[in-house]
């Protein structure tokens, strides 16, 4: 089955770079996720990158995916304090519908 | 812009009583998914619906019950609300060939 695993809290410094860690069990998946949740808020997805590739860079943000691990990463370059939220990582399987498994979520706390 | 939105953001219901949690989105989404959020487990999946009138377990179905009559609204019911059913409630939709969910702000509902 799908076991999706990420530690709970993160406390970095504004300025920072985070690197929030991500492990999953299910090697089949397709896509992998990293969605953010703002206080009050529903998930909204960040980016994402697919099983094929190893790497993924947005702006700030830079994805890497070690599949051999079963490892996925989430840095966050610059980090401000905005950035401040519950990141959770996810995995989709293969089928009719996309099934996503998600996270636990980690709490990135940014202090000034 | 998704627009996917909730009934309520606070509910406070007392033990027995049945409950309806409401969900609407904007974008003609096949898919909609209703998940509970509790601290350090992150999201898991109650039922899922790939279309009108049809739907599915997810991983934690007991005590709840669904309905979709419509396609852009998916209603996820409490027949009898129980204090280990207070958690935060999060709705999504999915596009039929997307793989992005987009998710509603929450209903934290709180059983006494």
């Known amino acids: 089955g799908e076991d999706v695993e990420q530690s709970l809290f993160l406390s970095v410094r504004e300025g920072d770079s985070s690197v929030i860690n991500c492990t999953y069990t299910d090697s089949s998946s397709t896509y992998l996720y990293w969605y953010k949740q703002e206080p009050g808020a529903g998930l909204q997805l960040l980016t994402y990158i697919f099983s094929n590739m190893d790497m993924k860079q947005d702006q700030r943000l830079t994805v890497l995916l070690n599949k051999k691990d079963k490892h996925l990463s989430l840095r966050i370059a610059d980090t401000q304090t905005g950035d401040s939220a519950i990141y959770f990582c996810?995995?989709?399987?293969?089928?009719?519908?996309?099934?996503?498994?998600f996270g636990t979520g980690t709490k990135l706390q940014v202090i000034p | 812009d998704v627009k996917v939105t909730q009934s309520s953001r606070y509910l406070v219901k007392r033990t027995g009583e049945k409950v309806f949690l409401e969900c609407v989105q904007d974008m003609d989404h096949e898919n909609m998914f209703w998940y509970r959020q509790d601290p350090g487990l992150g999201l898991r999946l109650i039922y899922f619906s790939y279309d009108v009138k049809m739907k599915e377990k997810g991983d934690i179905p007991e005590g709840y019950s669904v309905s979709r009559e419509k396609k852009e609204r998916f209603s996820l019911i409490l027949e009898s609300a129980s204090t280990n059913q207070t958690s935060m409630y999060l709705c999504a939709s999915q596009g039929g060939n997307g793989n992005e969910q987009f998710f509603g702000p929450g209903t934290r509902l709180t059983v006494l």
């Open positions: 996810a995995e989709s399987m293969p089928g009719g519908y996309q099934k996503v498994t």
